[in-house]
């Protein structure tokens, strides 16, 4: 099965990242790239988009890439910097690359921008490789 049909069936399964409204721009072994509009319901008390949608676009695209090659992946650690505001409207693109793969663990970089092309936020995961494979 190669890496779009994997992400597809995962995409299909998850009902989360379906309610983001996730798009998908590229999939390939150890890559993915999405984007996302926000909505009004995504934004906090300030009238921002909530922290946790920009971080929640690059843990989607961190998961569809860290699982692309098949063999399951699961999240032990991941950070990320919020660098510019968010608001209503913005669309949104997560830009998750394969930094380093072993057997057992893998470490990506995600970097979420605006639709100026402006970084909104940097992400990074790791990620334990199981011995299953996914599908």
């Known amino acids: 099965m190669n890496a779009k049909d994997i992400v597809k069936a995962m995409y299909d399964n998850d009902d989360f990242s379906q309610w983001l409204g996730i798009r998908f721009l590229d999939v390939r072994a150890g890559y993915c790239s999405i984007?996302?509009?926000?909505?009004?319901?995504?934004s906090n008390g300030f009238d921002v988009a909530h922290g946790g949608i920009s971080f929640s676009l690059a843990d989607s695209?961190?998961?569809?890439a860290?699982?692309?090659r098949g063999k399951k992946a699961v999240s032990i650690e991941t950070n990320?910097?919020?660098?510019?505001?968010?608001f209503t409207g913005d669309t949104l693109?997560?830009?998750a690359s394969e930094m380093n793969?072993?057997?057992?663990?893998?470490i990506y970089e995600v970097r979420?921008?605006?639709?100026?092309?402006?970084?909104?936020?940097?992400?990074?995961?790791?990620?334990?490789?199981?011995?299953?494979?996914?599908?």
Do not use: C, D
């Open 66 to 68: 860290s699982n692309s």
């Open 61 to 64: 695209a961190f998961a569809f």
């Open 93 to 95: 693109k997560a830009e």
């Open 112 to 135: 979420v921008s605006n639709q100026e092309g402006k970084t909104v936020a940097l992400f990074k995961g790791t990620v334990y490789r199981k011995e299953e494979w996914s599908l």
């Open 80 to 86: 990320i910097s919020h660098t510019r505001p968010v």
């Open 101 to 106: 793969l072993s057997n057992t663990l893998a």
């Open 35 to 42: 984007e996302m509009t926000v909505r009004k319901e995504m």
